[in-house]
């Protein structure tokens, strides 16, 4: 049911997607032919064919959810972007720039004056505020802290204090705390008076006269204990709890061990400060999800498809020339066996595929120590046992596919020596490749780097040059 029920959202927002299309594409069309034309009033013609053509449109964008207008912008090339965001309804703005990636929310921002900003700004809460701080302007980001009121400020001051992928860095201050020495009929009480619970209410916080936590009362218990009694008496007092300044990363982990909705989060001194909630730890992990695909492939940053060349090729160039250096060894290991290629042609047919299978398998075991270490499952104890199972892995796969190779090379050659030394090559590099696929995201993880970046580049390098070298020096040493 829950697969369908997304299917059919991700068609409906295609469909939104084709339509805004269309509508800019006709827009387009007849604004052309309208300016080609000479005809009297012609500037009060093309005016009114204009805001014509674009009502539609601004239809269109108000009937869909912020998130979809979002991914609308994300799809379209610039031109075409800041036309859409014009139609946007101003108070719309905030809620969208806070949805779309923080590539297209640099070009939305570079379009707004500072008016703009500011009211964008002030229709957030004050955790998406310190969500969007970031991006915007120094002076639009005092102006609308001067227009927060004391406890807002305390509250925006709070979020910024706390770095990102942290938990205080994604808590929010939407949230309903009760005293522990209060009847459930009090409490019911006091949020009917409220008339709408905050998102994701599965629990309300209860602290004591110091604002300290103490428990929580989930809402089941709230409803089906008698309203005389204490709130004490029914409260869970061993919830799940986070400090501000943990990671996130953890935070994320904790939400799906004990499948929770919302989590309290306290200071040092255990006085409530905010709350997780589970959309909060889903932007998270799709976030990193998105970041971890990007490192692997070498890229630096987010990058909106239809930024400028300069700006893409900014994002690109540095594991590219990285690349280019590793090719040029690549190709200077090939080199140095040029006679033993001119004098077994088979050589050059061959190589690729030695070099080719242990990038795959060099790939596959950065993949799970990758994993492992974001899932914080990793730890020095096990580092041995980790070792030693890919190893036996490799050499396992090196066996059974070299042979495999090595019986094909036997056949279509006709030299059994070249069928030995091809099996032989396919297990060293597959050796190779499972050490330097542990030892490349262990390394750049203890030097506080991300163990994803760039390292499927590096590990293609490794098993590129050192299969070359393995599979030509094998077949120098028995086949010459």
Same mark, same amino acid.
């Given at each position: ?8 959202? !991700? ?11 269309? #509508? &800019? !594409? ?46 609308? &912008? ?6 075409q972007r800041l036309v859409v965001w014009d139609l946007v309804r101003a108070e719309r703005d905030g809620e969208i720039l806070l949805e779309v ?54 509250? &925006? ?10 938990? /205080? ?74 400090? /501000? ?14 499948? %929770? ?14 709350? #997780? ?97 974001? #899932? ?9 046992? #980790?070792?030693i199972k890919e190893v036996g892995v490799s050499l396992m796969n090196g066996l059974i596919w070299g042979s495999i190779l090595g019986l094909l ?27 330097? /696929? ?7 993880h203890k030097s506080g780097r991300d163990p994803a970046l760039g390292s499927s580049v590096l590990i293609t390098a490794v098993t590129d040059s ?12 028995? %086949?010459?």
């Amino acid at each position: 049911m829950t697969d369908t029920r997304e299917t059919l959202q !991700h068609d409906s927002v295609q469909e939104s997607l084709k339509r805004v299309v269309d #509508l &800019l !594409h006709k827009h387009e069309i007849v604004e052309s032919l309208v300016h080609k034309q000479d005809m009297p009033r012609h500037d009060l013609i093309q005016q009114l064919v204009h805001k014509q053509n674009l009502a539609e449109l601004h239809k269109t964008l108000d009937a869909l959810h912020p998130a979809d207008v979002a991914y609308i &912008l994300e799809a379209l090339p610039l031109d075409q972007r800041l036309v859409v965001w014009d139609l946007v309804r101003a108070e719309r703005d905030g809620e969208i720039l806070l949805e779309v990636s923080d590539a297209v929310r640099e070009s939305l921002i570079a379009s707004m004056d500072s008016d703009e900003l500011k009211a964008a700004a002030e229709q957030l809460d004050t955790d998406e505020l310190a969500d969007l701080a970031p991006d915007l302007p120094q002076e639009v980001i005092q102006e609308v802290f001067q227009s927060l009121d004391q406890e807002e400020q305390a509250q &925006l001051q709070s979020a910024l204090s706390f770095p990102e992928g942290t938990v /205080g860095a994604l808590m929010d201050f939407d949230m309903i705390a009760i005293r522990e020495d209060v009847t459930l009929e009090k409490v019911l009480a006091d949020l009917r008076q409220l008339g709408e619970l905050p998102s994701h209410t599965d629990k309300l916080f209860v602290v004591d006269g110091k604002e300290r936590l103490c428990g929580v009362l989930p809402i089941k218990r709230l409803l089906l204990h008698n309203p005389e009694t204490l709130v004490a008496a029914v409260m869970a007092d061993d919830p799940v709890i986070f400090n /501000g300044s943990d990671k996130a990363s953890d935070a994320a982990s904790a939400f799906e061990r004990y499948d %929770l909705v919302t989590a309290p989060v306290v200071d040092a001194h255990d006085k409530l400060i905010g709350r #997780l909630t589970v959309d909060e730890v889903m932007d998270f992990l799709r976030e990193e999800a998105e970041s971890d695909v990007l490192a692997m492939a070498g890229l630096r940053e987010e990058e909106d498809m239809f930024a400028s060349v300069w700006k893409s090729m900014q994002n690109r160039w540095a594991w590219l020339a990285v690349n280019l250096v590793t090719a040029f060894i690549a190709s200077r290991v090939i080199g140095v066996f040029e006679g033993s290629i001119e004098k077994i042609v088979a050589l050059a047919a061959l190589m690729p595929i030695v070099a080719g299978i242990g990038g795959n398998s060099g790939n596959q075991t950065i993949t799970m120590i990758v994993r492992g270490l974001a #899932l914080g499952q990793l730890h020095p104890s096990s580092m041995r046992k #980790l070792f030693i199972k890919e190893v036996g892995v490799s050499l396992m796969n090196g066996l059974i596919w070299g042979s495999i190779l090595g019986l094909l090379s036997w056949l279509l050659y006709q030299n059994a020596a070249l069928g030995l030394v091809m099996t032989g090559a396919m297990m060293l590099n597959l050796l190779l490749a499972a050490i330097m /696929g542990v030892l490349i995201p262990l390394a750049m993880h203890k030097s506080g780097r991300d163990p994803a970046l760039g390292s499927s580049v590096l590990i293609t390098a490794v098993t590129d040059s050192g299969g070359f070298f393995i599979f030509l020096g094998l077949a120098t040493l028995f %086949l010459l």
